[in-house]
């Protein structure tokens, strides 16, 4: 794997938006091709037990966190999952390049995954409320969607992945900033007494 630190960055990153698409991503690019080839103990992600296990939690993932009321309890319990998943993806694609100290990666990881998954969560309570959960599951779809791509191009074209993931994260902050500040035109209506 070429550029270790960028494809870990940016699965990290994906991490923090959907823990168990960069997973699978990896485990998956691990099996089937040549371009990831994972070290002990890293390479347990790639066994056929734990891709189906993968793809269950992603299911179930997927579903959850299109549910206004329901995601916020998901990113509730995300809250653990998502960075200790970027903390994993960090360290195993690093592990077999010796780039990086392992510690350095795990923390790195854990905070690139930890300040995506916290800004997402922080952010969508206010998506709920300002258009009474109809935008939930469109912004999740879209940060499926990019945390999708960025994992699969963190693979094949890593410097490309890292130009998608700045570009697709500025647009997230600005979709997200949008939505909270929406009114909806709500107006307030004075009653006059004579």
């Known amino acids: 794997m070429s550029y270790p630190i960028i494809t870990g960055i940016c699965l990290a990153a994906s991490a923090g938006l959907n823990a168990y698409v960069p997973l699978l991503v990896l485990a998956l690019a ?8 994972l070290d002990t103990p890293y390479d347990f992600i790639a066994s056929t037990w734990t891709i189906i296990a993968l793809v269950l939690l992603l299911t179930v993932e997927l579903i959850a966190d299109k549910i206004p009321g329901i995601d916020h309890a998901n990113d509730l319990i995300q809250s653990v999952i998502r960075p200790a998943a970027g903390a994993f993806l960090m360290m195993a694609v690093i592990s077999d390049k010796n780039s990086l100290n392992p510690v350095l990666a795990m923390v790195m990881g854990l905070l690139i995954a930890a300040g995506v998954h916290a800004f997402k969560a922080l952010s969508r309570p206010q998506i709920t409320i300002k258009t009474g959960g109809i935008g939930n599951p469109i912004v999740s779809l879209l940060e499926d969607g ?12 890593p410097i490309f992945a890292l130009i998608v993931l700045v570009v697709s ?3 997230l902050v600005w979709s997200y900033r949008s939505v909270q500040r929406m009114s909806f035109g709500r107006t307030t209506t004075k009653t006059t007494h004579s």
């Not at 691990?30 to 080839?37: E, G, H, I, P, Y």
């Not at 990019?146 to 074209?157: C, T």
Request: charged fraction near 15%; glycine fraction near 8%; hydrophobic fraction near 60%.
């Open 146 to 157: 990019i945390a999708g791509l960025v994992s699969v191009l963190a693979i094949i074209l």
């Open 169 to 171: 994260g500025a647009f």
């Open 30 to 37: 691990d099996r089937a091709t040549d371009r990831v080839n």
